[in-house]
C-alpha cells in the first residue's frame, strides 16, 4: 500500500537537490579535482615513504630501526615532546582562561603575542635563541661563566619546540572559552564553590575535547618541527639529533632506507593521531559538537 | 600547579645534566655532512686503541658547523671539507692562526678532487672538462653561489682553462660561460643536484667530489653509474684542526691531538682510503691504486694564489664567478 506521505515527500526532495544550483557534471568534477588533490598531495607522498622504507625488505627497516643513533633521535623526539607538550598545555589553559574570562589591560596585545609564534618562521625563532644564548649573544657570556649548556643541547631544543608549539593549545582554548562564557562559572561560585573547584568541575569540562584536539595538534607539531630545532641542535648523533633532524642526516648520507624507515614512524605518528581525533569524534560526537565551539 | 613544578625541575635537571656532560676522556667531532661512514669507522678503530674514550659526532655542513662552533657548539676537533671554514674559526680566535702547520699535509689528512660520474656505457663519451662546453652535453652540479662543493667545480674548471688557454682570461671566461649554459638546474647545494641526476634523470654527467661518487654509485646501483676522472682536476683538501678554545676548557688537548693524528697512521688511512679519500701514505694509496686513478691535481694556492685571493676575485659579489653566472 502506497504511502501518500512518502510520495509527497518526493518532489520536495527534487526541489532541495534543484536548489544547489550547481549542475551534476560541475559537482562531479568538482568532487573528482578535490579528491584527485588529496590523492596527489596527500596519499601519494604517505605510500611513498612507507615504499621506500620496505624499498630493501623488512629486515633492512628494523635493521635501520635499530641503530643505536636512530634509537637515540626516537628517545630525544620523545623527551622533547614530553617537556614541551605539558608545558605548553599548562600555559595554554591559562593564557586562555585569562584571555576568555577577565578584562584586562593589554589583553589585545598579549593575543597578538600568543599567535607571535605561528607568523614568524620556525628558522628565525631558532636563530633568535642563538642570538639570545650563544657564545657571542646576550646571556652568552653569563652562561658560560656559570657552565651552564643551552645552545647545541637538550635544553635549547626544549626551549625552541616550546616557542613553536606556544600557540596551538591557547588558540584551541580561547574561541572555545570566549564562547562558552563565564555562567557556568558564576553559577558554581555562587553556589559556594571556590575557583579551584569551579575551575575543575565547571570549566575544565566543558573545554576537554577543545582541550584534548590542542594537544594533539601540539605534540605532532612538537615531535615534527623541524626548522627551529635544527638552528639550536648542534647536530649531534647520539645526543642532540632529533627525528626529523636525523630524517635529513640519513636522506644526506645515501641511507634512503633509513631515512624513510624514520619519516614512516613520523608518518605513523601522524596518522595515530588522525586516528585518535576520528575515534574521539565518532565516539563522543554530539558531545564535541556541543563543547567545541567550531 | 604540581606539574608545573615537576616541569620547571625536570627542565632545570635537564640543564645541570648537560652542563656537566664534559670530561677529559671525551671529544666531540664536528665534521661535514656526508662523512658519517668514514668516522663511525674511524672512531671506532679509534675507541679500541683507546678504551673508555668516547668520540661524539656532529655533521652537517662546515659553514653551518664554523657558525656553530663560534656560537657555542663545544666541539674539540673539526674535521672539515673546506678550508675557509676553518679560516672563519681562526677568525674568531677559536682556532690558532698556523693550524695548517700543526699536523702534515697541510692538515690535510686525506684529499679528494672534483670527479665525473656518468651514466653507464658513458654514452655521451666524456673523458675531459673540454667535452662539457660541447653543445650535446648537459652538465649537473650545484649552484657554486650556495655550495662548497660547486665552488670547487667551478674551480677545477677555471683551472683546467687557464691551462688549455694558456692563461687568456677572455676565453677563460668564454669557456666557463659555456660551461654554465650547459647547466639545465643550478641545484643549492650537492646532495640536491645528486638526486637531480640520479632520480630525475637530468643531464649527461655529474660532477662532485671523487669520494661522493662511490656512495652514489654504492646507494643507486653500481652498475648504472661510471666514474670518469679527469685530465687535471683541482686538489680538495679535508682540513682538520684542534679548537683550542674548547680543548682549554674540556682538558682534553692530549686526546684531541692523539685522535688527528689517528687519522695519518696506516690504520687511519686505510679506513679514509676505504671511504673512497685519498690517502697520503704511500703503501695505503698504492694499495688502493686501482680505485683511484692518476689524476694532475693543482692546488689553489699555485693556480689562484690562495683562498683569500679566490674569496676576493671570483666569490665576492660582482667578482668573476657572478660574471659568467649572470650572463648565462
Partial sequence: ??????????????????????????????????????????????????????????????????????????????????????????FGLSAAWAIAKFEFKGKAFLTTLIDLPFSVSPVISGLVYVLLFGAQGLLGEWLKAHGIQILFAVPGIVLATVFVTFPFVARELIPLMQEQGNGDEEAALSLGANGWQAFWYVTLPNIKWGLLYGVLLCNARAMGEFGAVSVVSGHIRGLTNTMPLHVEI???????????????????????????KTLLEMRYGAEIAATRGH | MKRLLLGIAAFAGLVLASSQAWSADKLLNASYDVGRELFVAVNKAFVAKHPGVTIDQSHAGTSAQARAIAEGLAAD?????????????????????????????????????????????NPKHIKDWNDLVRDDVQVIFPNPKT?????YTYLAATAYAKEAFKGDDAKVKEFITKLFNNVPIFDTGGRAATTTFVQREIGDVLITFESETRGIRK??????????????????????????????????????????????????????????????????AAKYKADFPDVRLLTVEEVFGGWDKVQKEHFAAGGLLDQAYGSR
Fill in chain 1, 250 to 276: 640519513l636522506y644526506n648520507e645515501y641511507n634512503a632506507v633509513g631515512a624513510f624507515a624514520v619519516a614512516s614512524l613520523l608518518a605513523g605518528l601522524a596518522l595515530v593521531t588522525l586516528v585518535l
Fill in chain 2, 147 to 151: 655550495s662548497g662543493n660547486a665552488r
Fill in chain 2, 219 to 284: 646507494e643507486y646501483g653500481d652498475d648504472k653509474f661510471e666514474q670518469v676522472t679527469p685530465s687535471v682536476s683541482l686538489l680538495a683538501e679535508f682540513p682538520v684542526a684542534i679548537v683550542d678554545k674548547v680543548v682549554d676548557q674540556h682538558g682534553s688537548r692530549d686526546l684531541a691531538k692523539s685522535y688527528l693524528d689517528f687519522l695519518y697512521t696506516p690504520e687511519g688511512q686505510d679506513i679514509a682510503a676505504n671511504n673512497g679519500l685519498r690517502a697520503r701514505d704511500a703503501a695505503v
Fill in chain 2, 77 to 121: 676537533v673539526v674535521t672539515f671539507n673546506q678550508v675557509t671554514d676553518v679560516d672563519f674559526l681562526v677568525k674568531k680566535g677559536l682556532v690558532s692562526a698556523d693550524w695548517q702547520k700543526d699536523f702534515p699535509d697541510n692538515a690535510s689528512p686525506f684529499y679528494s678532487l672534483p670527479s665525473f660520474l656518468v651514466r653507464a656505457g
Fill in chain 1, 1 to 90: 500500500m502506497a504511502d501518500p506521505e512518502i510520495i509527497s515527500y518526493e518532489p520536495q526532495h527534487e526541489s532541495r537537490s534543484a536548489a544547489v544550483t550547481e549542475s551534476r557534471p560541475v559537482r562531479i568534477t568538482l568532487t573528482l579535482l578535490t579528491l584527485a588533490f588529496l590523492v596527489i598531495f596527500l596519499l601519494l607522498p604517505l605510500i611513498i615513504v612507507f615504499k621506500e622504507a620496505f624499498a630493501k625488505g623488512v629486515g633492512a627497516y628494523f635493521a635501520s630501526l635499530g641503530d643505536a643513533d636512530t634509537r637515540s633521535a626516537i628517545r630525544l623526539t620523545l623527551l622533547v615532546a614530553a617537556i614541551a607538550v605539558p608545558l605548553n598545555l599548562i
